[in-house]
């Protein structure tokens, strides 16, 4: 179960912002006709704005562009510098507009103080304080679009799908022409604990239509129609995104995972090689020489795909690219010939995590190093190294409890499940495994304790929940390839 400190709900209520009372604000301008701020510069809250509307429509770059420039119009608008580091840290993260929107509270409105405390909250992975501001932000907001969208997705991002899809969904009641809404609650409609598939892709379709010039509405409908399994239908809407974009690398990527999925891996890696070319920041671009590589398992040659992704982690650690490091590290360990080779993997993997990455968030990094440790526990449990996953376990709940962070929680209730499976006390593991709806290895876990327990009907409608988990992915390798995996791994002598 959730460790104490997140046995909260989510009460909305009011916020004493410390030193608000002696500050000397100007209130001449308001954030989307509603929310006082403190600039005098009527450009710096447009750019501010723009760049909260490209933040919601998944325009990151852009979001960074007019947050930038809503700053030079006015270098003392603390909304402006929390809006740029909020919209950067999807990307490589802005500490120093994050410090300066906080050194610049005490000259903010009351309201825009609040705005501001919760994305800085969020930027530092702060939990309590971000949900404690995002509750008082809806009580004084809850009409406001912005607020409840921007909330929402957060939420999303910290895997509370079923919380975010009801609060979107009361955005779209307000607005049903809010289109990036939709975008997200096609996703959420897949990720709830009960997916909806027909839901999902309805809200994606009409996103579509309010967007007929954009592609990310046709790369969304191709996604989610992969993790449905209409495969046919992900590549006709991937290639209707590369219509309208034929640089957009997201579906080109897109359309090489379908193609893996769908067991044409000849032409799948024609298309990861196109990605490639069409890779834009060195991130895309070892992002799709990853997938590229990690075809070779998919295809049957575990040898030749070891050996591309050790060079590719090589190529990535060089580039100092953090994202790419842990991806194809982690990848390299859960699909490593044997035990021994894994621990070594994940134990190099956790001493780069464990301190600040240049270039990588702190909440990114947590979550990283989280999902290390974890994995550190699995492969012990199928290993029968009980003490080895106890003392990882151990860590994990350190981390969780310094963290805050729900998404580190979960990692360590899961990691608990699959000790606790291994130890025969299947109630509690299933307890444990069903906080985390995202891992297909723990939602599988999760299948199998239900199944010992001899819940039958939940053990379907959770295999049911796993085959949305579609991906080409190290996860739903194993999770569909385990027999062979293991068998490879026993001939190599020590087994997993």
């Not at 190529?315 to 590290?329: M, N, S």
Request: charged share 20%; glycine share 6%.
């Amino acid at each position: 179960m959730n460790s104490a400190f997140l046995k909260f709900s989510f009460l909305t209520g009011s916020l004493l912002l410390a030193g608000q009372a002696g500050a000397q604000v100007r209130q001449s301008q308001q954030l989307f006709g509603s929310i006082p701020v403190s600039t005098q510069s009527s450009e710096a809250r447009e750019f501010a704005e723009l760049a909260i509307e490209k933040y919601e429509n998944f325009l990151f770059d852009d979001a960074i562009v007019h947050a930038q420039h809503a700053v030079e119009k006015d270098p003392h608008f603390a909304l402006g510098y929390a809006v740029l580091a909020f919209a950067s840290r999807r990307g490589i993260p802005n500490s120093t507009a994050n410090r300066r929107a906080k050194a610049l509270l005490g000259s903010a409105t009351s309201d825009e103080q609040l705005l501001v405390r919760w994305m800085t909250s969020v930027e530092d992975g702060d939990l309590l304080p971000a949900i404690t501001r995002m509750n008082d932000l809806l009580h004084r907001y809850p009409d406001n679009k912005h607020v409840l969208f921007l909330t929402a997705g957060w939420l999303y991002v910290q895997q509370d799908y079923d919380r975010s899809r009801g609060m979107m969904e009361r955005v779209l009641a307000m607005d049903p022409n809010f289109a990036p809404v939709l975008n997200t609650l096609g996703y959420s409609y897949i990720e709830t604990g009960v997916p909806n598939p027909a839901k999902a892709v309805a809200a994606l379709e009409r996103y579509a239509q309010l967007l007929p010039s954009d592609p990310n509405p046709e790369d969304s409908l191709g996604r989610v129609l992969c993790y449905v399994g209409d495969y046919q239908a992900s590549l006709t809407h991937y290639g209707a995104a590369l219509q309208i974009d034929p640089m957009f690398f997201p579906s080109q990527v897109g359309i090489a995972d379908t193609l893996t999925l769908m067991g044409d891996y000849a032409n799948a890696r024609l298309e990861y090689e196109r990605a490639i070319r069409f890779a834009e920041t060195p991130r895309e671009y070892l992002h799709a020489l990853y997938k590229r590589d990690f075809l070779f398992f998919w295809e049957g040659n575990p040898v030749a795909a070891r050996q591309a992704l050790a060079s590719l982690g090589e190529r990535a650690a060089t580039q100092q690219e953090p994202y790419a490091i842990f991806e194809v590290g982690l990848a390299r360990a859960m699909t490593a010939a044997n035990y021994a080779e894994e621990t070594s993997l994940l134990r190099t993997l956790q001493n780069t995590l464990e301190k600040p990455v240049a270039g990588m968030s702190e909440v990114d990094r947590g979550a990283a190093l989280a999902s290390v440790i974890r994995e550190e526990v699995r492969a012990a449990v199928l290993n029968n190294k009980p003490y080895v996953a106890l003392e990882n376990v151990a860590k994990l709940e350190r981390l969780a409890a310094k963290s805050r962070d729900l998404i580190v929680e979960n990692n360590y209730e899961s990691a608990r499940g699959y000790l606790m499976y291994s130890e025969g006390n299947f109630a509690n593991a299933a307890d444990e495994l069903a906080t985390d709806s995202y891992s297909p290895l723990a939602i599988e876990q999760l299948a199998k304790a239900q199944e010992k327990l001899g819940l039958t009907s939940a053990a379907s409608l959770t295999r049911d929940r796993l085959k949305y988990k579609r991906s080409q992915s190290a996860e739903w390798y194993l999770v569909t390839h385990a027999a062979s995996q293991q068998s490879q791994s026993a001939k190599a002598g020590t087994g997993r």
